[in-house]
């Protein structure tokens, strides 16, 4: 009781840390499969966030799968933490992330980061068109706080431009990034 009230006092001061109100709710698995189904046939994968690494049952079988987060979620996870500058050295594929850059404090870091291991990217991002109130962002522990057009200027800035642009069942929307280099000259960008 007395720890409730204090975990509920600390939060009406600051905003609660991921790691104080962490929980992975089932109904996201829809999330990861919708995003899974922008995969083409890649070799290798990094998924950045991995949480329960619910993306490994929908990948093809032999596709290398690489999972990373800010805690050792199983032996094979990559410990990283994006806000202390954190990301892992490799050079894949594609770098998936769902339900993870609100809460990363540098997006823009972060995003080179991901231009430097792959040419693709594939996330979901939960807007501030569909989540707009300041507050309720920062009480779900959120550390951007981005419009659909800033997500795509700060992922051109980085390289990437969009070639797919969706949303799942709950509104996040879904998004295929690629490096001019990659896209084939048939397939025509999605419109913002």
């Known amino acids: 009781m ?3 009230l204090l975990a509920r006092l600390r939060r009406a ?3 609660p840390k991921w790691r104080e109100i962490e929980h992975f709710d089932e109904q996201w698995k829809r999330r990861i499969k919708g995003l899974a189904d922008l995969l083409d046939q890649e070799k290798s994968v990094l998924d950045l966030g991995c949480g329960r690494m619910w993306l490994r049952e929908f990948l093809p079988a032999g596709t290398r799968y690489f999972c990373c987060d800010y805690v050792a979620r199983s032996p094979e996870t990559i410990v990283c933490d994006f806000n202390r500058s954190e990301f892992p050295d490799l050079q894949v594929d594609v770098c998936f992330v769902s ?5 990363v404090e540098d997006v823009d870091w972060f995003l080179g980061r991901v231009a ?3 040419d693709r990217l594939i996330l979901s991002y939960c807007s501030t068109e ?3 109130g300041l507050a309720g962002r920062k009480s779900l522990a959120w550390k951007s ?3 659909h057009d800033a997500l795509l200027a700060k992922a051109e800035a980085a390289g990437f431009h969009l070639c797919a642009r969706g949303e799942d069942i709950d509104g996040n929307e879904i998004l295929k990034f690629e490096k001019p280099s990659r896209q084939s000259p048939t397939r025509s960008q999605a419109s913002p």
């Open 2 to 4: 007395i720890r409730s």
């Open 13 to 15: 001061v600051r905003p």
């Open 99 to 103: 339900g993870c850059l609100e809460y």
């Open 116 to 118: 430097q291991a792959s």
């Open 130 to 132: 569909l989540v707009s």
């Open 145 to 147: 706080h981005l419009s």
